[in-house]
C-alpha cells in the first residue's frame, strides 16, 4: 500500500469538531489508533510485540534462522554505555534496526505529528517489498505510548519508561486532569502496573532508531532533512499569590493583584527570548478563582523555553525570573519558580546521521526545538531523525500540514536509510 | 435570638475546605440555605413566600386586618414611575418595608457578602420584638437569588426577573457552566419556568426597600455607613485569536502568539484606572488550547471596570482597548471586544437616605463600586442600604470578615431603621 492508501485510516480517529485531534492515551482515540496499527501489522505478516510499559513495535523479521516472530532470544541485555552502530557486542546481536514514532496528540492538535512516522514506516515496508528488499536483520515499528504528556504530564513516557528515564514509581502515581492514575490507566488495559520500567533486554536487542517526523518549524525548505540534535528545553512554573478581592470596590492601592505580575512576566519572556536567540512562551495558565468581578488570589502560569544551548536556555529564565520577582514586589504579590522538568541537549549519533545523508544523496541538517522519543532512545541506541517539510510551520494546532508530495518522498527516504541499514 | 445566635446556624453551609463558600444557585449548599431561611421564619411566626422567579420573603405582618400572612390582595401593582417614600398610590397600599438581601456567593466567597444582610434582618425582627416595638406596615426579609451570578453569569438575576430588567426567554436560556439551562434548574426545584418575570403585583406593595450589607472596601471608618449610590460598571470581553503553534519550533518571528496583546492589555487596565480614577480588572481568562507546550491559538479575557461617573468608565475602557489593538496588531493578533453587560450609576434615595442618617443619629455617607440587588430595585421602589464597616476592604474571598461588634452595631441599626419605617 502507497502512503496515500494508509492515511485516510488513521484520519477520523479522535478528530474533534474544530479539525483538531485529541488521542490521549488509553482513551477510546487511542485504543483505535492501536488497533488500526495492530491491523496494519496483521496485514504485513508482521509480528506485534506489547512491551510492559505500553510500547507496540511491529517487527518484520526473516533473519536466518526462520523465526518470522519478535527477536527474542537472540539481543543482549542493554549494559547503559551508548554503542556503536549496529555493534555485534560481545558474541550477543545488536542487530534490529527500530523505525516509527507515536499516534497519540496533544489536545486538539495535528494529524501529522506521530502518525506520519508510523504510516511513513508502514508504507517504507510496503516500498521496500515492492522492491523485492529483504532485510538481513530483524526491522521494527514502533509506537510509544504518551509521547505528548497530554494525559499525564510527563512527555515521552512511554519511551522514559522503556530506557528507565523516569523513576517507575514516579510514573505510576502520575495522574490526568480527573485523577486517574497512570497505574489505574494501564491497569484497566490489562498491563500490569507492577511491571513497568526499564527494559534492558528490548533495547539490547536495538542497533539503531530512525523517527521520521513532521517538521515543527519553518527551517526546512526541502521536501526530507535529517535531524542533528533536540535543543536543550524545560518547562518552569511560576505561582503567583496575591490577595483574592472584589474587582469593584477594592482601591488600586489596596490590591494585591496577581494577574498584574503575571502579565509583565508573558512580556518578559518575549523579551529575554529576542535578547539570548531562545525560544519562550507562557501558553498555560490557571487563574483562582478566575471569576469577571474577582481579583484573582493565585496565578499559576507554566514557561516553556528552548535554545541551542544549555546556557542559553538559563540565562532566558534567568531574565525572566527576575522580572517576575521585580513586578511581583511592586504589586504586594508572592512569587514561588519552580523547574518542573529539564532536558539537556540531545546531539543524534553523528555516524548515522552522516549515512543517512549519504543514503538520501544529500539532505539538508538541522536541529529542532521539539522534544522527541528519538531524544530519549538516543543515550542508549544509535539514534537519527528524518524530518518531512512543513510549509506554514504551524503544529501542535488543527492547521498543521505537509504537501501529500513531500509526505511520499519521507516514505521513499525511510524505505532507502532502512534498506541501507536493515540489508548487511 | 442575638446576631450571635443566629450566625453560627448559616457558617457551614457550602463551605469548601480552604475557607471559602460555594454556595450557587440550585445547589445543595443553596438549598440548605434556604432551608435554614425558612426554618428561621417559622420560628418566629414568620409567613413564607416563595415567588415566582426563586426569590423568598419572610413577612412579619401585624396589619389592623389580622392577617398574619403575605400583604398580598391589598397591593397595587408597581406601575412603572418611580414612586415617593411609602406613598398611598390612588387609594391602594404601597406600604410594606423591605429589607434583606443573598445568601448565595461568588466562588470561594466570603462569609459576609450576602448573608450578612439577611441574618442582621432576623436579628433586627428580633431586637423590635424584644422591645416591644409592633410595626404597622408589613415587614419583609427578602432572600433574593443568584444575586452574585456566580451560576449563570448575570448578576442580580432574581431581583432583575421581579423588575423587569432582564428579559424572561434570555434568563431562561442562561446556562451553568455545565449546559444547565436557568429553566431546567428551577424546573428542578419545582418552579415553573414559563411563569418567570416581571412581578409588578409585588413590586406594587413594597414602599420601601432597605439592603444591609458588609462594605466591600476600606471606605467606611465607622461601624454603620449609609449608601449613597452604586458607580456606573460594566463587564467587556476580549476576544485575541491567534495562531496555536509548537512552543518548541516556532520561530519568534513566525508567532501570532495571543497570550503577549493579552498581557499588555491586563497591564493597560491598570495604567487606565490609574488615569481615570476608576477602578479595572482582568480576574478571568480562558486560554486555548492551555498547554505548556502550545502557543495558545486563543486567550478569551475579560474585563471588569467601574468609576464614580460613566464618562470615567467609557474612558479608562476606551484606552484599554485602544493598547488591545495596537498589541495585538504588533503580534498579528486578532481582537474582538463586546460589552457583555452594563449599569448606570443608581442613585439612592435621597429622601430615604437622609432619613437612614437622621434615624441613626448621623452616619458617613458613602457610594460602592458593588452591584446589589438595592441597585436593580431602586429603579421601582425607593430604596436605600446600609453598609457594616470591613476592618481590611477584603471581599469575594475567604478573608472577608466584619467585628462581630460591628455586626452587633449593624443589627441595631436596621432594627431602629425598621422601626422608624414600619411604625407609623
Known sequence: MSFEDLWPGLLPVGRARGGGYRRFSWTEADRECRAWFAQEAVRRGLTLERDRNGNLVAWWDTSADGDSGAPGDEGRADDGRRPDLLDDVGGG?????????HLDSVPDGGAYDGPLGVVSALAAIDLMRERGVTPSRPLGVAVFTEEEGARFGVACLGSRLMTGAIDPDRARGLRDGDGVSW????AAEGYDPGAIGPDPAFLGRVGCFVELHVEQGRVLDAPVGVGSAIWPHGRWRFDFTGQGNHAGTTLLGDRRDPMLPFA???????????????????????????????????????????????????????????????????????????????????????????????????????????G???????????????????PTGVSHAPEEYAEPADCRAGAEALAAVLTDLACR
Chains 1, 2 share one sequence.
Not at 343 to 350: A, I, L, Q, R
Open 183 to 186: 497505574a489505574d490507566a494501564i
Open 372 to 390: 522527541h522519543d528519538a531524544g530519549i532512545l538516543s543515550a542508549h541506541v544509535p539514534t537519527a531523525m528524518l524530518f518531512v517539510r512543513n
Open 93 to 101: 546481536r545488536r542487530d534490529a534496526v527500530l523505525t516509527g514514532s
Open 264 to 370: 509583565r512576566t508573558v512580556l518578559a519572556a518575549r523579551e529575554a527570548a529576542e535578547r539570548y536567540d531562545a525560544v519562550a512562551t507562557m501558553g498555560k495558565v490557571r487563574v483562582t478563582p478566575n471569576g469577571v468581578n474577582a481579583i484573582p488570589s493565585e496565578v499559576r502560569a507554566w514557561l516553556d523555553t528552548r535554545a541551542p544551548d544549555d546556557a542559553a536556555v538559563r540565562a532566558t529564565v534567568a531574565a525572566i525570573a527576575a522580572v517576575a520577582e521585580e513586578a511581583a514586589g511592586w504589586h504586594g504579590v508572592d512569587v514561588g519558580l519552580s523547574e518542573e522538568s529539564y532536558t539537556e541537549v540531545v546531539d543524534f549519533h553523528v555516524d548515522l546521521r552522516d549515512r543517512l545523508v549519504k543514503t538520501l544523496g544529500g539532505a539538508p541538517v538541522l536541529p529542532t526545538g521539539a
